[in-house]
């Protein structure tokens, strides 16, 4: 659940940008995709401003990391954590889970805010939830962040392996994307070998860099733009990847484009420019707009595979520390079926001549409506 998807303006927002004395509320925000709640927590001591976003509880506690990011807006941050809570919805129902969506979201400068105070206390406003929220990491959270929330709350995972938990999710959250790029493939090129294929990989942090590593064994080509130089020096030093700029990114010639870094990057001024066939990649919210945009990638050809779907990996590592099954065999042998998921998704939209995307959402929510009627 590391994965950053810090996203473009939305519709709602550029309506609160016209008008400075028209306010969309947080209701009308909240009822085109049915979110149960939206809670905010402020903390003057500790400089705490936190948002809680939980989308659906039908088929568990609501279930997704915390990103701490230097919004330019509270808007912003709402904007963030509602879509969030939503995605975590889907993915989770999609994967088999029995548990929700949620989102939260804390607002400010990691480096000027985190220290122990300021994490224990968030920790207590979801220890207040009562379950209903179970947080994990995200950006700008690392393992001994939620050790200190964890002081507080037992409503946390993610933890370090050495307490028990089941660490950084990235390693298994890679392999899902690995698997359901594969499946992609499959259906464009008629392979799924990945071998000579030239992937473009939009930021290489945890997950992405691990994904490359996938790649590269497989003999794959691989083009990685990332903000962070350091990060494109080892994944170039230790993979031989090829180093572009953020901007070229859209404009190398590739196979495959894997999105791993901001979401929302697919959108009217990008896809045009892509040359690939296949999109698979690990961030959030792939599709600045998920109806204009998954259907400008279907008329040009382009396989995607749902970005909910194929980065599961993180939320069924979490999901799994949370109850007390976890095992890292048995979540690689889960992250796997991605793969066959993934070409059911892809076949059954090929059939209705509509876009992945909406068929996994129509499985997903297939699936909760089923559970709910049980619960």
């Known amino acids: 659940m590391e994965h950053s998807s810090i996203n473009q303006t939305t519709a709602i927002q550029e309506k609160v940008d016209r008008s400075a004395n028209h306010q969309v509320s947080v209701f009308d925000q909240m009822a085109p995709h049915d979110h149960e709640q939206i809670v905010h927590c402020f903390d003057k001591a500790t400089g705490l401003k936190a948002i809680v976003a939980i ?4 088929l568990g506690p609501a279930m997704g990391g915390t990103r701490i990011w230097n919004y330019t807006s509270d808007a912003e941050a709402l904007t963030d954590a509602i879509r969030l809570a939503r995605g975590m919805t889907y993915k989770s129902a999609i994967s088999g889970l029995n548990v929700g ?5 804390l607002i400010g400068d990691p480096d000027q805010l985190k220290n122990e105070a300021y994490l224990r206390r968030f920790g207590q406003f979801i220890d207040g939830l009562n379950g209903k929220y179970v947080t994990a990491g995200d950006v700008n959270m690392t393992l001994r962040d939620l050790e200190y929330v964890r002081m507080e709350t037992r409503h946390v995972t993610g933890l370090p392996e050495a307490i028990g938990g089941s660490g950084s999710s990235s390693l298994i959250t890679a392999y899902g994307v690995y698997m359901g ?5 499959k259906e464009a090129f008629g392979t799924d070998s990945l071998e000579g294929k030239k992937v473009a990989v939009q930021g290489v942090g945890a997950v992405g860099s691990k994904l490359v590593e996938y ?4 003999k794959a080509v691989v083009f990685a733009s990332d ?14 990847a090829h180093v572009v700029s953020l901007d070229g990114i859209y404009d190398i010639p590739a196979d495959i484009y894997a999105p791993c870094a901001l979401g929302a990057t697919l959108d009217d001024e990008t896809i045009p420019r892509l040359t690939c066939q296949v999109i698979a990649g690990g961030a959030n919210n792939q599709l600045a707009d998920e109806q204009q945009h998954g259907v400008m990638l279907r008329e040009r050809g382009v396989v995607y595979a749902p970005d909910f779907l194929v980065n599961a990996g993180g939320i069924m590592a979490v999901a799994a520390e949370y109850f007390g099954t976890y095992s890292k065999n048995y979540l690689f042998q889960k992250a796997e079926r991605i793969y066959d998921v993934c070409q059911t ?21 297939e699936r909760i409506a089923s559970i709910a009627q049980l619960r």
């Open 227 to 240: 903000v962070s130089e350091s990060k494109l020096q080892r994944v170039s030093r230790e993979f031989s």
């Open 181 to 185: 790029m594969k499946a992609a493939a």
């Open 55 to 58: 989308h659906s509880t039908a």
């Open 345 to 365: 998704v892809l076949q059954q939209a090929a059939q209705q001549q509509t876009e992945p995307h909406q068929i996994a959402m129509k499985m997903a929510e």
């Open 101 to 105: 969506g949620g989102k939260a979201v």
């Open 215 to 218: 790649l590269v064994k497989e």
